[in-house]
């Protein structure tokens, strides 16, 4: 039975990720040896999900990585601020979710959501 899923990025600058996703989106940085960063939320169990798509949806290229947050607007604020590009909305889908798109600090592609 699968216990988890990690999603990997590849990239010869691992201090990048702090910016976006531990100082941006909130995440702990749960193990770091040098080689390796992985960040998420210490003491908390997540789901584990993988998805296989044609498109990101409404047309939209599909995200390298979708990520939930409880307060999208607030993470949109940040995001500008921070100087990165909304690539795509914000916009409500009609599949009950309001999202937008970036590029984290590595160039892949991240939809940003919330359930409506």
Known sequence: MVKRIVLNVNTPEISKATSFYQ???????LMDHGWIATYGLAHQQ???QISFASEGGS?????DLSIEVDNLEEVLKKIKSAGFTIEYG???ESWGVRRFYTRNPFGK???ILSHI
């Open 46 to 48: 997540m789901d584990i």
């Open 109 to 111: 592609l991240v939809n």
């Open 23 to 29: 100082n941006i989106l909130g995440l702990d940085l």
């Open 90 to 92: 914000p916009v409500d």
């Open 59 to 63: 047309g939209t290229q599909t995200p």
